[in-house]
Protein backbone atom coordinates (compact mmCIF):
# COMPACT_ATOMS: atom_id res chain seq x y z
CA UNK A 1 0.00 0.00 0.00
CA UNK A 2 1.72 3.28 -1.20
CA UNK A 3 1.32 5.83 1.42
CA UNK A 4 0.94 9.35 -0.51
CA UNK A 5 0.35 8.21 -4.18
CA UNK A 6 0.09 11.27 -6.90
CA UNK A 7 -1.02 10.62 -10.19
CA UNK A 8 0.54 10.89 -13.08
CA UNK A 9 4.14 10.13 -12.91
CA UNK A 10 4.86 11.88 -15.66
CA UNK A 11 2.65 14.31 -17.53
CA UNK A 12 4.47 16.18 -20.79
CA UNK A 13 1.61 19.11 -22.33
CA UNK A 14 2.01 22.51 -24.49
CA UNK A 15 2.17 25.28 -23.32
CA UNK A 16 -1.13 26.98 -22.41
CA UNK A 17 -2.84 23.95 -21.91
CA UNK A 18 -4.69 22.81 -18.50
CA UNK A 19 -4.13 20.30 -16.43
CA UNK A 20 -4.02 18.33 -13.06
CA UNK A 21 -1.99 16.33 -10.34
CA UNK A 22 -3.56 14.42 -8.04
CA UNK A 23 -2.26 13.24 -4.51
CA UNK A 24 -4.20 10.69 -2.13
CA UNK A 25 -2.90 10.15 1.25
CA UNK A 26 -3.86 6.74 3.33
CA UNK A 27 -1.90 7.58 6.55
CA UNK A 28 -5.09 8.95 8.39
CA UNK A 29 -2.98 12.44 8.21
CA UNK A 30 -4.90 15.66 8.75
CA UNK A 31 -2.19 18.28 6.85
CA UNK A 32 -1.71 18.01 3.23
CA UNK A 33 0.98 20.13 1.07
CA UNK A 34 2.39 20.45 -2.62
CA UNK A 35 5.87 21.19 -2.91
CA UNK A 36 7.64 22.09 -6.26
CA UNK A 37 11.29 21.07 -7.00
CA UNK A 38 13.23 23.31 -9.60
CA UNK A 39 15.79 22.19 -11.70
CA UNK A 40 18.60 23.06 -9.67
CA UNK A 41 16.91 20.44 -6.36
CA UNK A 42 15.41 23.67 -4.48
CA UNK A 43 12.17 22.24 -2.82
CA UNK A 44 9.86 25.20 -2.26
CA UNK A 45 6.38 24.49 -0.62
CA UNK A 46 3.00 26.41 -2.55
CA UNK A 47 0.22 25.13 -0.78
CA UNK A 48 -0.82 23.56 2.88
CA UNK A 49 -4.28 22.45 3.48
CA UNK A 50 -5.14 21.44 7.22
CA UNK A 51 -8.11 19.04 7.19
CA UNK A 52 -9.43 20.28 3.80
CA UNK A 53 -9.04 23.49 4.63
CA UNK A 54 -5.96 26.19 3.18
CA UNK A 55 -3.38 27.33 5.61
CA UNK A 56 -0.55 28.48 3.55
CA UNK A 57 -0.45 29.76 0.40
CA UNK A 58 2.79 30.74 -1.00
CA UNK A 59 3.35 33.18 -3.56
CA UNK A 60 2.07 31.18 -6.37
CA UNK A 61 0.85 32.41 -9.71
CA UNK A 62 -3.52 32.25 -9.51
CA UNK A 63 -2.79 29.63 -11.79
CA UNK A 64 -2.48 27.12 -9.65
CA UNK A 65 -5.48 25.93 -7.57
CA UNK A 66 -5.27 23.42 -4.83
CA UNK A 67 -8.44 21.64 -4.51
CA UNK A 68 -9.41 18.99 -0.93
CA UNK A 69 -12.53 17.40 -1.98
CA UNK A 70 -11.65 15.69 1.72
CA UNK A 71 -8.64 15.29 4.04
CA UNK A 72 -7.35 12.48 2.13
CA UNK A 73 -7.07 14.01 -1.27
CA UNK A 74 -4.99 17.04 -1.98
CA UNK A 75 -5.26 17.50 -6.19
CA UNK A 76 -3.25 20.41 -7.95
CA UNK A 77 -4.63 22.12 -11.19
CA UNK A 78 -2.53 24.30 -13.34
CA UNK A 79 -4.39 26.64 -16.01
CA UNK A 80 -2.29 28.33 -18.62
CA UNK A 81 0.63 26.17 -18.63
CA UNK A 82 3.92 28.24 -19.15
CA UNK A 83 7.17 26.50 -19.35
CA UNK A 84 8.51 27.85 -16.05
CA UNK A 85 5.56 25.68 -15.03
CA UNK A 86 8.24 22.55 -15.64
CA UNK A 87 9.54 21.02 -12.66
CA UNK A 88 9.13 17.96 -10.16
CA UNK A 89 6.02 18.42 -7.75
CA UNK A 90 5.66 16.70 -5.00
CA UNK A 91 2.67 15.85 -2.56
CA UNK A 92 3.31 15.04 1.04
CA UNK A 93 1.37 14.64 4.40
CA UNK A 94 1.89 15.05 8.09
CA UNK A 95 0.13 14.08 11.31
CA UNK A 96 1.10 17.55 12.58
CA UNK A 97 3.99 19.05 14.51
CA UNK A 98 4.13 16.56 17.13
CA UNK A 99 3.31 13.11 14.67
CA UNK A 100 5.91 10.33 15.08
CA UNK A 101 5.14 9.72 11.12
CA UNK A 102 6.74 13.04 10.30
CA UNK A 103 6.37 14.30 6.84
CA UNK A 104 5.75 11.83 4.22
CA UNK A 105 6.40 12.55 0.61
CA UNK A 106 4.96 10.86 -2.83
CA UNK A 107 7.00 9.92 -5.35
CA UNK A 108 6.50 13.06 -7.30
CA UNK A 109 4.71 13.87 -10.84
CA UNK A 110 7.52 15.33 -13.47
CA UNK A 111 5.89 17.40 -15.44
CA UNK A 112 7.33 19.22 -18.64
CA UNK A 113 6.07 22.04 -20.82
CA UNK A 114 7.17 22.13 -23.93
CA UNK B 1 10.00 33.41 8.66
CA UNK B 2 12.28 30.22 9.30
CA UNK B 3 15.21 29.44 6.74
CA UNK B 4 17.64 26.94 6.01
CA UNK B 5 21.11 27.18 4.94
CA UNK B 6 23.31 24.24 3.38
CA UNK B 7 26.93 25.32 3.39
CA UNK B 8 28.26 22.79 0.82
CA UNK B 9 26.08 22.26 -2.59
CA UNK B 10 28.78 19.78 -3.84
CA UNK B 11 30.47 16.87 -1.86
CA UNK B 12 32.50 14.47 -3.28
CA UNK B 13 34.01 11.26 -1.58
CA UNK B 14 35.75 8.16 -1.98
CA UNK B 15 34.26 4.71 -0.71
CA UNK B 16 35.03 4.62 2.76
CA UNK B 17 35.96 8.27 4.32
CA UNK B 18 33.90 10.28 6.65
CA UNK B 19 31.20 12.37 5.19
CA UNK B 20 29.99 15.94 7.37
CA UNK B 21 27.03 17.66 5.63
CA UNK B 22 26.57 21.44 7.51
CA UNK B 23 23.02 22.29 8.03
CA UNK B 24 22.01 25.79 9.61
CA UNK B 25 18.83 27.02 10.37
CA UNK B 26 17.32 30.44 11.44
CA UNK B 27 14.07 30.04 13.43
CA UNK B 28 12.74 32.53 16.74
CA UNK B 29 11.01 29.35 18.33
CA UNK B 30 10.75 25.70 18.90
CA UNK B 31 11.62 23.75 15.70
CA UNK B 32 11.98 20.46 14.52
CA UNK B 33 14.74 19.53 12.25
CA UNK B 34 15.52 16.79 9.30
CA UNK B 35 17.61 15.63 7.04
CA UNK B 36 15.97 13.70 3.53
CA UNK B 37 17.78 11.82 1.03
CA UNK B 38 16.86 12.06 -2.68
CA UNK B 39 18.20 9.41 -4.50
CA UNK B 40 18.52 9.95 -8.08
CA UNK B 41 15.35 10.11 -10.21
CA UNK B 42 13.14 9.28 -6.62
CA UNK B 43 11.36 10.67 -4.14
CA UNK B 44 12.30 12.09 -0.85
CA UNK B 45 12.62 9.77 2.06
CA UNK B 46 13.18 10.61 5.25
CA UNK B 47 16.95 9.95 7.05
CA UNK B 48 15.92 11.11 10.30
CA UNK B 49 14.33 13.84 12.50
CA UNK B 50 14.63 15.44 15.83
CA UNK B 51 11.99 17.01 18.15
CA UNK B 52 13.10 16.57 21.56
CA UNK B 53 15.50 14.81 24.01
CA UNK B 54 18.92 13.62 22.80
CA UNK B 55 20.84 15.74 20.82
CA UNK B 56 22.58 12.99 19.18
CA UNK B 57 19.76 11.58 16.43
CA UNK B 58 20.76 8.10 15.05
CA UNK B 59 18.70 7.38 11.99
CA UNK B 60 18.62 4.73 9.13
CA UNK B 61 21.77 3.71 6.93
CA UNK B 62 24.22 3.97 9.43
CA UNK B 63 23.91 7.75 9.30
CA UNK B 64 23.23 10.33 12.10
CA UNK B 65 23.14 13.98 13.09
CA UNK B 66 23.50 16.32 15.84
CA UNK B 67 21.47 19.12 17.26
CA UNK B 68 23.21 21.93 18.63
CA UNK B 69 21.07 24.59 19.72
CA UNK B 70 24.08 27.16 20.90
CA UNK B 71 24.80 26.87 16.75
CA UNK B 72 21.77 26.36 15.32
CA UNK B 73 23.10 23.71 13.45
CA UNK B 74 21.93 20.36 12.47
CA UNK B 75 24.90 18.31 11.00
CA UNK B 76 24.84 15.23 9.48
CA UNK B 77 27.13 12.61 9.69
CA UNK B 78 28.45 9.18 8.72
CA UNK B 79 31.64 7.18 9.62
CA UNK B 80 32.32 5.38 6.19
CA UNK B 81 30.21 6.20 2.98
CA UNK B 82 29.32 3.56 0.84
CA UNK B 83 28.75 3.89 -3.61
CA UNK B 84 24.66 3.96 -2.73
CA UNK B 85 25.04 6.62 -0.69
CA UNK B 86 25.38 8.71 -3.99
CA UNK B 87 22.71 11.02 -3.58
CA UNK B 88 20.77 14.15 -2.75
CA UNK B 89 20.54 15.58 0.85
CA UNK B 90 18.16 18.11 2.45
CA UNK B 91 18.37 19.89 5.39
CA UNK B 92 14.44 20.96 6.41
CA UNK B 93 12.80 22.83 9.62
CA UNK B 94 9.94 23.26 10.63
CA UNK B 95 7.98 25.52 12.54
CA UNK B 96 4.39 27.00 13.63
CA UNK B 97 3.79 29.08 10.46
CA UNK B 98 0.20 30.44 12.05
CA UNK B 99 -2.96 28.73 12.30
CA UNK B 100 -1.56 25.72 13.99
CA UNK B 101 -0.01 24.48 10.90
CA UNK B 102 4.00 23.56 10.74
CA UNK B 103 5.38 23.93 7.06
CA UNK B 104 8.69 22.62 6.29
CA UNK B 105 11.06 24.40 5.14
CA UNK B 106 13.97 22.94 3.06
CA UNK B 107 17.38 23.96 2.72
CA UNK B 108 18.85 23.30 -1.26
CA UNK B 109 20.44 20.58 -0.57
CA UNK B 110 23.42 18.59 -1.11
CA UNK B 111 24.82 17.11 -3.69
CA UNK B 112 26.89 13.90 -2.47
CA UNK B 113 28.89 11.90 -4.93
CA UNK B 114 30.65 8.62 -4.12
CA UNK B 115 33.44 7.39 -6.06
CA UNK B 116 33.57 3.57 -5.57
Known amino acids: DTAVSQTPKYLVTQMGNDKSIKCEQNLGHDTMYWYKQDSKKFLKIMFS???????INETVPNRFSPKSPDKAHLNLHINSLELGDSAVYFC?????????????FGSGTRLTVV | AQSVSQHNHHVILSEAASLELGCNYSYGGTVNLFWYVQYPGQHLQLLLKYFSGDPLVKGIKGFEAEFIKSKFSFNLRKPSVQWSDTAEYFC??????????????FGKGTKLSVIP
Open chain 1, 92 to 104: ASSGGRDSVYGYT
Open chain 1, 49 to 55: YNNKELI
Open chain 2, 92 to 105: AVNGDSGAGSYQLT
